[in-house]
């Protein structure tokens, strides 16, 4: 959940009110949630709370005037609300929200609310007769009219000593607020993917295998990206020296691909949609030594049998609201190869590297692909970053959902 808040801008309005304290807590849990926050705070807000409590905790200058008196250097409003994936302001105040909800300007948060483009949210703080005033609720109710999203104050003991509704909420209250409301709006919420990546490794003796050079980049960022999305992703992998760092990615480690064919089968019937991105052996040794073999003759052979095809078998079983995603890495007659990969193994798309093209391969960070849809119709991509053709991929997914 926390990872909604990752590199997100997060333009913290503070205003003046006793609640104002909250502030470096909620500034706390959003850095360390991986959001940049930048804080612009009223003349007011000032005087509850230092500016320098609140720049350190944020790493960046506190914004409180249309320029800076020391250089004259001007804070652009415009280019902050550009700068904000989400305006938050807590507390908000009556007098601000007043402002706000009138298009009031007459400092530089109001200047900011005004001309951002970003979703707003308020958390409002106040004493309860305040909160209650006709004029305030009103205010409230034309500020959600243009869309801006109220995190309600909470009832208990106010600062003036009476007891009602108007206590601001608790800051990790606003940040669950905003994880929640981001989450909703993510175009891959409620469904399941499994991803596999990597290598398989396949035992020879104790001590040796045969695998194959896949690092494991491309399906990991695929993992990465789908859980960024909203999915519930479980990422099946090889042996790679990778981490994920998306905490929604259950991840199960396998070495063989009869290991991957039986995670496979576990995790298959319950996903959404499938992206097969491991490289998996196409043969395993008919029998494992279980000593170390020893160099006695000059020559020496391995008998060799197929494994199990694990995107054929997954094809087979997939369902009608199941998407089914290959990978076809190809030397040689490379879009035919992979067309008939498409449609023996009954799959919803297939992403075509090939070993030809500069910047596409194994170990790399970037890629060169092409998807070939089920219509045969294929697409073709730049050389670009994993990450970026993660993206690529699963927009991808999301039209074909
Ligand atoms: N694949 C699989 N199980 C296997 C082999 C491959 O699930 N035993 C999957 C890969 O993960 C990939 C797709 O099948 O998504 C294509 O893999 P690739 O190695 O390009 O092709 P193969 O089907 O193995 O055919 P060939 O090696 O003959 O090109």
Redesign the pocket.
């Known amino acids: 959940m926390v990872d909604m808040l990752k590199d997100k801008n997060i333009l913290l309005g503070v205003c003046g009110s006793i609640a104002s304290y909250k502030s470096a807590e909620l500034i706390r849990l959003l850095v360390k949630a991986g959001a940049n926050v930048k804080v612009v705070m009223t003349k007011d807000a000032t005087a509850f709370i230092t500016p320098l409590t609140l720049s350190t905790l944020s790493k960046h200058p506190i914004l409180t005037e249309y320029y800076q008196n020391a250089t004259g250097e001007w804070n652009n409003h415009v280019e902050l609300g550009l700068w904000a994936d989400l305006l938050l302001i807590a507390p908000a105040t009556a007098n601000s929200m007043a402002k706000f909800s009138n298009g009031l300007c007459d400092n530089l948060l109001s200047a900011v609310y005004l001309s951002a483009k970003c979703p707003v949210y308020l958390a409002p703080a106040m004493d309860l007769d305040m909160w209650k005033h006709p004029s305030t609720q009103q205010n409230i109710d034309r500020l959600k009219g243009f869309g801006n999203q109220i995190i309600k104050p909470k009832y208990g003991e106010l600062a003036s000593g009476l007891v009602g509704e108007g206590r601001l909420a608790e800051p990790q209250e606003i940040v669950d607020h905003l994880i929640h409301d981001l989450k909703k709006k993510l175009p891959l919420k409620n469904k399941k993917a499994l991803v ?1 990546a990597g290598p398989t490794y396949e035992a020879i003796d104790p001590v040796r295998f045969i695998g194959n050079h896949s690092s494991g980049k491309m399906g990991f960022a695929i993992a990465e990206e789908l859980a960024n999305l909203g999915a519930d992703v479980t990422l099946i992998s090889g042996p790679t020296a990778l981490h994920t760092s998306n905490s929604q990615i259950k991840r199960v480690n396998i070495t063989t ?1 009869a290991e991957l064919l039986s995670a496979c089968l576990d995790h298959f019937k319950t996903c959404d949609i499938c992206v ?5 052996a ?1 043969y395993t040794p008919m029998e494992v030594a279980t000593q170390k073999i020893k160099k006695n003759t000059d020559e020496f052979e391995i008998q060799l049998k197929k ?5 054929y078998t997954l094809g087979q079983q997939k369902s009608k609201h199941q998407l089914l995603v ?5 030397t040689h007659d490379e879009v035919v ?1 992979a067309k008939q ?1 498409l449609q023996k ?1 009954n799959l919803d798309f297939i992403v075509l590297n090939s070993m030809n093209d500069a910047g596409a391969g194994f170990q790399k960070d970037t890629n060169k692909v092409s998807i070939i849809n089920k219509d045969l119709v294929k697409t073709d991509f730049e050389v670009k970053a994993k990450t970026a053709v993660a993206k690529d991929i699963c927009q991808q997914i999301i039209a074909s959902l």
């Open positions: 596999t691909a097969m991105s491991a490289a998996v196409d494994t199990t095809d694990v995107l290959g990978f076809a890495l190809e190869h990969k193994k």
